[in-house]
């Protein structure tokens, strides 16, 4: 065959090989097939680690009991006990380390979340005590009057 | 080569040529029992539980490090309103990160829709989160297998891998992906897949103080959500689509899409 047949093939072939090898350094180790086959488990497999790896930053109730023990066991009778304690006082983090103080939400804005009175016949949201907000004393911090780790006005007249 | 001879060949090369290719394979143990992992999770969400506090994503989005004052979020809640006259109105104001805390609907541009008690026949709110799909079209789509399902049945997406073309987003029937302004890359829910993995439990599942969300193994009999998922009505969102969520809906509606 004559020569400028082969040359374009030799540049060719030489783009072939020069990918091949460079994929051998640019592609990882771990790179391949995992467990669900090539159709969904194609990925490179230290990125499972990756994810394992991120820091978690609500702690749960369980976190809350090791210091406040007393505080998680009372407030957990009141009618505020399904909730948890980072729901209003924010994420743990590595509290007391690191924040010393969390910074709780006292704000409105928190309460009517299940407070402000909709028309929802079909979900649970009907069944909760609700305000409109636009009426009941719309200036007001709630916490002024309601303390939130026991809700319940009246049960609140017994305490004092 | 006389005819006996012959047909005696041909006969051997016949049999040989009967056996699949499949039958030569080696089976590999590993394999097997990757078909069949101890371990899939899957999540129940309870829609008649559900009050829109939106907690949930509050959490979820502080846990994951989702931009919170952007309008995007891993998980979120919708609230239906059905009304008498058969008109369906949905809305999510910001993801419900901060709960629905007015009768006032969102209906898109900044503007609001105000329906009197009196009309409403139904309303309801459903969680939303990533189903995991066992078929996930999300991951088939993937030019450079950025995104991929794990062997306990978690769709994760690898940030360095990840090229941000965004067919992914556009491939997810469920809208659950959305492109993430600080990682420039595809971003969606994974069940706090650094959470279940320490054995703990979602950040929303936590966060919900009704109780509205719970994630389990589907592969342990005794664990209670999948005795849920056996034993009573449960559905799931767009059957039609073959994507196998596993992602299952008490209470859900035909308005729900």
Same mark, same amino acid.
């Given at each position: ?42 990925? =490179?497999?230290?990125? &499972? ?20 023990? /007393? %505080? ?24 007391? %380390? ?5 910074? $709780? ?12 009175? #909709? ?21 007001? &911090? ?19 | 080569?006389?005819? =006996?001879?012959?047909?005696? =060949? ?16 080696? $089976? ?10 101890? #371990? ?49 109105? $949905? ?11 007015? %009768? ?16 409403? &026949? ?64 595809? /971003? ?9 993995? %320490? ?59």
């Amino acid at each position: 065959m004559k020569s400028h047949v082969w040359r374009p093939l030799f540049v060719a072939i030489g783009l072939v090989v020069l990918i091949l090898t460079a994929r051998v350094f640019i592609v990882p180790a771990d790179f391949g097939i995992g467990e669900r086959g090539y159709m969904y488990g194609w990925h =490179r497999q230290g990125n &499972e680690e990756e994810w394992k790896r991120v820091t978690v930053k609500y702690k749960t109730r369980a976190y809350c009991k090791e210091c406040h023990a /007393e %505080k998680v066991e009372s407030i957990g009778r009141s009618p505020h006990g399904a909730l948890q304690c980072e729901n209003c006082h924010g994420p743990a983090l590595d509290h007391p %380390k690191d924040p010393p103080t969390l910074t $709780i939400d006292h704000s409105r804005q928190l309460c009517i979340r299940c407070h402000a009175k #909709l028309h929802t016949p079909s979900s649970g949201r009907s069944k909760i005590r609700g305000i409109d907000p636009e009426t009941h004393n719309p200036e007001a &911090e709630c916490s002024l009057c309601h303390d939130p780790h026991h809700p319940n006005l009246e049960e609140l007249k017994r305490h004092e | 080569m006389n005819r =006996r001879e012959f047909l005696k =060949r041909s006969m051997v090369v016949v049999a040989g040529m009967a056996v699949p290719a499949a039958a030569l394979q080696l $089976i590999d143990p590993k394999q097997l029992l990757a078909a069949k992992p101890q #371990l899939r999770w899957a999540f129940i969400v309870d829609a008649y539980k559900c009050v829109g506090c939106g907690f949930c994503v509050k959490a979820c989005k502080l846990e994951n490090e989702v931009p919170y004052e952007a309008n995007i979020s891993r998980t979120w809640v919708e609230r239906y309103v059905v009304k008498k006259d058969g008109e369906v109105l $949905i809305d999510s104001p910001r993801a419900a990160r901060d709960g629905f805390t007015t %009768k006032k609907i969102e209906v898109g541009d900044g503007k609001y829709r105000e329906v009197r008690d009196e009309e409403i &026949e139904k309303a309801f709110f459903v969680p939303k989160l990533c189903n995991q799909c066992e078929n996930p079209p999300c991951v088939q789509v993937c030019p450079v297998g950025a995104t991929y399902s794990t062997a306990d049945g978690v769709v994760l997406v690898d940030r360095k891998w990840c090229i941000g073309c965004g067919y992914c987003i556009m491939g997810c029937p469920y809208g659950v992906r959305f492109f993430h302004p600080v990682h420039k890359v595809a /971003e969606k829910c994974n069940f706090c897949y650094h959470r279940i993995t %320490k054995g703990m439990k979602s950040a929303c599942v936590d966060a919900c103080p009704f109780g509205a969300r719970q994630i389990g193994n589907l592969r342990d009999p005794n664990d209670p959500v999948t005795r849920i998922i056996m034993t009573e009505r449960v559905g799931i969102l767009k059957e039609e689509y073959g994507t196998k969520p596993q992602v299952y809906y008490i209470g859900l509606s035909k308005e729900v899409r």
